[in-house]
């Protein structure tokens, strides 16, 4: 095998692993055994630890010294501080992007809160799920495209991926009715209106406010599931 196909393994090892962290198949602190991995995903050691050692890296994954892996645990205390953080550096990202976006910035943001509104002929929950979640990603990050800075940026994404575990069980809870649909769609235009008005503090102070609405929720959630 060429050194591009073991490279396409290895990635393929770490989207599928990191996918299936993050929907909660394998549970926090579970052990990753290489023989069930191996016969999970089809894949030899090599892609495996590859794909491992890479989430490690992003604190999905734990490595314990000569006794393999588990799935990183999951706390309240992680939970507040992840969003927390999240919240601050979003806003403070749009702050910059309200200050160095231009034209065509305003323009992608509104083509996106635009695509993000239409969702809403799709056949099942799962797919409304999967289709209003990337719609609403990528709305976001044109919003913070506009900050012209690829070092925030990158840190962005790496919150992002440490969120996101706990960002689905907000997501799998939220049932998308068509009034929770039209409220969010609402709360996007009025976020969009004050961006293009460019009141900065304002703008950001909504954003964080946005993005710490699933807290409670997720809180909730751990609690009832024992994840707490």
């Known amino acids: 095998m060429d050194i591009s196909s ?14 299936d962290i993050i929907r909660g198949d394998f549970m926090p602190g579970e052990k990753l055994l290489m023989s069930g991995l191996k016969a ?18 992003e604190r999905l994954v734990v ?20 969003y927390d953080a999240r919240a601050q550096l979003e806003g403070l990202i749009l702050e910059l992007a309200i200050q160095r976006g231009d034209d065509d910035w305003e323009a992608d943001i509104l083509a996106k809160a635009h695509t993000l509104a239409k969702v809403t002929e799709v056949n099942s929950a799962e797919e409304l799920l999967d289709v209003w979640d990337t719609r609403h990603k990528v709305f976001h990050t044109a919003i913070a495209a506009g ?11 790496s919150l992002f991926d440490q969120v996101e575990r706990y960002r689905h069980l907000w997501l799998r809870e939220t049932v998308f009715s068509a009034e929770a649909l039209e409220r969010k769609r609402r709360e996007h235009a009025a976020l969009v209106e004050v961006i293009l008005s460019r009141d900065a503090p304002r703008a950001a102070e909504m954003m964080r406010e946005h993005l710490m609405t699933p807290v409670p929720i997720i809180t909730e959630v751990m609690r009832r599931r024992g994840l707490a």
């Open 40 to 57: 999970r995903y089809g894949l030899g050691i090599g892609p495996l630890r590859e794909a491992l050692s890479q989430l490690v890296a």
């Open 147 to 157: 900050c012209n800075s690829p070092h925030l940026l990158k840190l962005r994404d």
């Open 63 to 82: 490595a314990i010294s000569q006794r393999g892996y588990r799935v990183a645990p999951m706390s309240l205390s992680e939970l507040a501080d992840l």
């Open 6 to 19: 073991k490279q396409n393994l290895g990635i393929s090892a770490y989207h599928w692993l990191k996918r």
